[in-house]
């Protein structure tokens, strides 16, 4: 059974900017196995690139035991990170249209669908991210970029090759917009829940 988003996503929707530097947002709970310390390790390593310059926004709920080695990856990529914490529906919703690129490297034991990816794509983003649990059943779009979980070094190259197709993906990143509202959105989920009942 397929998530759905909350159509206040898009209507209205935010008018999205071209960016001079690439925005990458990680929107999820800031926990180990969601793939955030390997996202700021490949991010550091990115840094580190002769003139590769991005932003990159952090919204969730940092797992306990793993907040003093975040904010220490955190001060290395200085000013170029914004930190929000709990980001309720507005924020998110800022973030989304803000962001160029989703990223979830999960490599989470108990995942299925994350809603946060669709709601990636519904607002217009790049997604990168793994095939861990149901993530392949929804990883079908132009606009998805496969990485590798728990690897760094892959994750980096992931990110920078979504950087470099960026913008060449604009007429992808509409099609991909398009028909993950439409496959999503909550019609769909609840003539799914009726066909399974009737079929009962």
Known sequence: MENFYDPALINPPFERNTHKVPHFLFLSNLMLGKGIL????????????????????IA?????????????KVKVLGDSVYFF???????KKELLYWSDIFVLP???????????IIEAYVTGNIVVSTHQGGIKDISSY?????????????????????????????QQIVETQRAARKRF???????????????K
């Not at 390997?38 to 926004?57: C, H, P, Q, T, Y």
């Not at 132009?142 to 990485?147: E, L, S, V, Y």
């Not at 190259?157 to 060449?168: E, F, I, K, T, Y």
């Open 85 to 91: 914490g709990i980001a309720g529906f507005q924020k």
């Open 142 to 170: 132009p606009t998805f970029f496969k990485t590798e979980t728990q690897n760094v070094q892959v994750l980096s190259m992931s990110l920078l090759d979504a950087v470099l197709q960026l913008p060449s993906l604009k």
């Open 38 to 57: 390997e996202f700021l390790d490949a991010l550091i390593l990115l840094k580190n690139r002769d003139g590769f310059e991005f932003k990159v926004s």
């Open 106 to 116: 999960t490599w989470y034991i108990m995942e299925g669908q994350p809603l946060s």
């Open 60 to 72: 969730g709920n940092i797992e306990k035991g793993i907040g003093d080695i975040l904010n220490q």
């Open 185 to 199: 959105e909550s019609t769909c989920f609840v003539d799914n829940i009726y066909e399974i009942l009737k079929g």
